[in-house]
């Protein structure tokens, strides 16, 4: 699934797709397709909306990554239920993974693909426990039985949200020809899910070990990163100069220059072709992307998207910033610690 409006991400996502915003300077809808693939998976169907920006581009037929992709268009978002039908014909009626390329989970989907065949079951679908349970689709159980699904309840019956990976069998072609539009004017995974249930199909919540993230908001964006980060090998492609000092896991691409006075403490991960000093100091859970130039600045706790130019004499941190963006001293005097959310091709003064 890699459609929607990502309107929670503007302005990060008014020029493109919000799957291909980077954690770990890698576009995030990548990290659900190599789940995928390594499940064993060989076909799969990316079903895009109307912002298709750097998708196709990326992923094209999909013969890097070793899987044979196919592009499904849903012109409006009108639920994952209606993305379900419209690849119907795809499926052929084997049974499938429905993957939500705005989500990452450390757990391995071929684990939920294994339960789903062992058990004979009819639908498998992951949950797991979340602070907020109001902002997800509900997952009640009855002992280890899931007895219904309800769509960001106001009241929740429990704390486990269902993530945005599920195993179906054919049955839910069916069970999505049954069920209504909703409120919101979609057709909505968890009624035809819902439905299964009520058709008394063998319908299996399996709970996420490890760590699972929903990337919708600025925030999520920044906890994903840092959770990905936290896996980080070091990896020296780059040049140093002596003034350099690195501390903790740091990643440097090919071709990065680092001079004069600059410190790096991990988990940070730079790309290739960047240039970085003098007098940065770049801490923990870090992204700088491709092309980057940074000078007289401090970063933290940020992604910093490609072929960004700043030089601030500050500190910036907690920031989301969109490729190609510009940041300059600027002459009011304010607070230190920046916080920012730039858009793509941004020019700012702080």
Partial sequence: MAGGHGTRLRPLTATGNKHMLPIANKPMLLYGLEQLRDAGIEELAIILGPIKEGVA??????????????????????????????????????????????????????????????GGFDCVVGVSTVKDPTRFAVAEMHGDRIVRLTEKPREPKSNLAVIGVYVFGSAIFDAVRK??????????ITDAIQMLLDDRKKVKAQTVSGWWKDTGRPEDLLEANQLVLEDLDSRMEGTLSEDTQLSGR????????????VTIRGPAIIGQNCKIGPDVYIGPYTSVGDGCTLKNVEIQNSIIMGECMIETGKRITDSLIGSYSIITNGEAAVPQGQRLIIGERSFAQI
Avoid: C, W
Avoid at 179 to 188: A, F, H, Q, V, Y
Avoid at 250 to 261: E, W
């Fill in 179 to 188: 069920i209504k539009l909703s409120l919101r004017n979609e057709l909505e």
């Fill in 57 to 118: 581009e990326t992923i094209g037929d999909g013969s890097r990554f070793g899987i044979k992709v196919t592009y499904l268009n849903q012109p409006e978002p009108r639920g994952l239920a209606h993305a379900v039908q419209i690849s119907e014909g795809f499926m052929n009626g084997e049974p499938f993974v429905m993957y939500l390329g705005d989500n990452l989970l450390k757990q391995r989907v071929g684990d939920f693909v294994k339960i789903f065949e062992d």
């Fill in 250 to 261: 740091v990643a440097i691409g090919l071709a990065t220059r680092v001079s004069g006075r």
